[in-house]
C-alpha cells in the first residue's frame, strides 16, 4: 500500500477499536455522571486526529517483525494518552476550541450554565476537565496492561510509556517557564521540543512498539528525535502561517499564548527596535488582532527567521533518515513508510 493508504487504513483500525473499548466502558458504568463523563471523553478522543502516534506504534511493531492486529487495540492507548495531555492542555492555555469544537472545560462551562448550578461555571468546568484527564491516561492504562502480549512486554512497554509522559511533563514544564523568563534561546527550545514532540510523537510510539515485537531497538531514537524536532518545527510554522480551517484554533492562539518558537526567537534576534516592539506587543497579547498577527508574520519573513525554520527542519528530516537506513530492521514497508513520514512532516499543511 502507499503510505497515505496506511494512515487512512490504519488509522479506521485504530477507531475501531477506541469505539470498541468506549462500548463495553459505558456498560460497565453505574452512575450517569460517569456515563456522561465517558460520552463526552469519546466524543473529544474520536473527534478528529491523524492518529499518528497510534499509527507510529504500529509501525515500530512491525518495523521489527511483530504480527497480527492485537498492535491496532494495544496503539490505541496513545490515543487516550493524546487526549489525557491536550484536555490538561486546553487548561493550562485557557483554550476554548480543539479540532474545531468545544474543549473539555467549555463543554462542562456549558453543562453547569444550563442546569443551573450554584458556583463558579469557570472553576467547574476546569475541575472536571482535569478529572477527565486523569480518567483518559487510566483508560489508556487499562488498554495497554489488557492486551495481548505477553507479561514481561508489556511491563517494558508500560515503563516505557510511564517515561513517555514523565518526560512530556518536563518538556512543559520548560514550555510554561518559556513565557516568563526572558533569557529563552534556541537550545533552550529544542530541548522543549525533544522532550515534549519528538520523544513523546515519534521516538516513544516506535519503540513501544518495538518493545511488543520483542526487540530492543538501539538507535532508533537517531531517527526518530531529529524527525520530531522537525516536526514541532513545521508545527510552529503552521500556527503562525496557518489558517484557523485547518488548525482548528483561531490563528491568533499561539502569538496570544506567549508561545516563543524559533520564529520568534530568530525574528527577535534579527529585528530593529521598531519590529521587536511590534513582536514583543503581540505576544501574550490574549487581545491580539490579525493585523498585528499579520505584521509579525512579515517580521517573520523579513528577518529570514522562516527560511531558518524550514532549513533546520529540512537538515534534521535529513539526518533522520540517514540513520534509519543504518539501521538492520526486519519489514522493509515499515520502513519505506518511516523514510516517508519524514519528508511528510516538513511538507504538511496541518
Known sequence: MEPQEIMRAYK???EGCLREFFEQKKKALEHWSSREACEILEEYTLRGGKRIRAILMVLGYQLYGGSGD???????????????LLI???IMDESDLRRGKKTVHKIYEDIHLKKGFGGRPHRFGENMGIILGDLANAYAMEILASSNFPSERKVKAIEKLNEIIEYTGY???IDIYSGMVQEFGEDDL????KYKTA????????VLGAILAGASPEGLENYAIPVGIAFQLQDDILGLFGSEEKLGKPVTSDLAEGKKTLLIIKALEKASEK????????????????EQLERVREIVRKT??????RKLAEKLVSEGKRALNALNVKNQEAKDFLLWLADYMIKRSY
Open 12 to 14: 479506521e483500525k485504530i
Open 70 to 84: 492485537e498492535i491496532f487495540r494495544a496503539s490505541s492507548s496513545l490515543e487516550l494518552i493524546q487526549s489525557y
Open 88 to 90: 490538561h492542555d486546553d
Open 171 to 173: 518538556g512543559q514544564i
Open 190 to 193: 529544542l530541548l522543549l521540543h
Open 199 to 206: 520523544r513523546y510523537t515519534i521516538e516513544g510510539p516506535l
Open 275 to 290: 519590529e521587536r516592539k511590534v513582536i514583543e506587543s503581540a505576544l501574550g497579547n490574549p487581545a491580539v488582532t490579525l
Open 304 to 309: 529570514g527567521s522562516l527560511d531558518y525554520s
